[in-house]
T-cell receptor
Framework: IAGITQAPTSQILAAGRRMTLRCTQDMRHNAMYWYRQDLGLGLRLIHYSNTAGTTGKGEVPDGYSVSRANTDDFPLTLASAVPSQTSVYFC??????????FGEGSRLTVL | GQNIDQPTEMTATEGAIVQINCTYQTSGFNGLFWYQQHAGEAPTFLSYNVLDGLEEKGRFSSFLSRSKGYSYLLLKELQMKDSASYLCAVMDSNYQLIWGAGTKLIIKP
């Protein structure tokens, strides 16, 4: 089934450790996004990429980095995890209509 | 600043009709989206409005008034499976999505 795949689905991480969340799509969408979702708050954009080779900062980029080496992959890296980065992370891609297609999410707990 | 407001939680009865409101203040407007999110799952697209008026899609309808900065999602013939959070999002002048915190809809038998 075509769509977006995220990995891992869940992870517990010690503070200070480095972590990469993987995201792969097979819909050939140019635009990809990383959001975090916290209870009581709307989805907040971390980083985005409008096309392969380019990235941009969203609303809450600090402590996170991304790369977009090709159309399909858009990994999110936490260089040194902190407890405030405990959240559910969603990767998404969009077609020309602006509609977002989301992955199933990665639940990250930083202790 | 940019702001999307929607009720935190609503309760409705199976078979009934419910209206979920969304008001927005954004820098520019390039469309309004509604997404459905079941607990523990990813959001899925429901509707898109860019012009004023009502868009109907089966049991779900979405309305937009750009002059009032207002939208609503109307769900008819409610089913238990409609229990979910409903997210309102506005695309601003930079084509970035601004998200509301979501409305948790509880359906009772």
């Amino acid at each position: 089934i075509a769509g977006i795949t995220q990995a891992p689905t869940s992870q517990i991480l010690a503070a200070g450790r480095r972590m990469t969340l993987r995201c792969t799509q097979d819909m050939r969408h140019n635009a990809m996004y990383w959001y975090r979702q916290d209870l009581g708050l709307g989805l907040r954009l971390i980083h985005y990429s409008n096309t392969a080779g380019t990235t941009g900062k969203g609303e809450v980029p600090d402590g996170y980095s991304v790369s977009r080496a090709n159309t399909d992959d858009f990994p999110l890296t936490l260089a040194s995890a902190v407890p405030s980065q405990t959240s559910v992370y969603f990767c998404a891609s969009s077609d020309n209509t602006g509609e977002l297609f989301f992955g199933e999410g990665s639940r990250l707990t930083v202790l | 600043g940019q702001n999307i407001d929607q009720p935190t939680e609503m309760t409705a009865t199976e078979g009934a009709i419910v209206q979920i409101n969304c008001t927005y203040q954004t820098s520019g407007f390039n469309g309004l989206f509604w997404y459905q999110q079941h607990a523990g799952e990813a959001p899925t697209f429901l509707s898109y409005n860019v012009l004023d008026g009502l868009e109907e899609k089966g049991r779900f309808s979405s309305f937009l008034s750009r002059s009032k900065g207002y939208s609503y999602l109307l769900l008819k013939e409610l089913q238990m499976k409609d229990s979910a959070s409903y997210l309102c999002a506005v695309m601003d002048s930079n084509y970035q999505l601004i998200w509301g915190a979501g409305t948790k809809l509880i359906i009772k038998p």
